[in-house]
């Protein structure tokens, strides 16, 4: 409870079969590209596993952050985040995922975090 999140599903264009483990890096941005939240933090959970991504397969992570209507507003300073920018694991390229989602930028409450990445395009339970 208290969070806002997004599934980010990657998809294996390829056609070949290939696999991601752990957790990728992400950050909210505006809609000019800039940075809007602190780099995430991983989930504290088990040791990721490998997910194995034959041609057309997903692999999901989630990305959370603090709900603007938890914390008070001169803690929360709210914005609307135009997208995330996330780096898949093992990579060093981010991707930007268009979306609009309701963000904290003030600093008490201005926290990222991913869940280990998982196989199909559910996404990880918080």
Known sequence: MGHESVVVVFTNTGTNACGMVGYPSAWFVS?????????SVDEVGPTPSMVDLQPGGDAATT????????????????????????????????????????????????????TAMVSGSAGSPM
């Open 31 to 39: 809609q000019g590209g800039q940075r809007l939240s602190p780099t």
């Open 63 to 114: 990305v959370w952050t603090t709900s603007p209507a938890v914390p008070s507003p001169a803690d929360c300073q709210q914005a609307t985040a135009a997208g995330v920018q996330i780096i898949p694991p093992g990579q060093t390229a981010a991707v930007l995922v268009r979306i609009a989602i309701p963000i904290c930028t003030g600093p008490a409450s201005n926290v990222v975090g991913v």
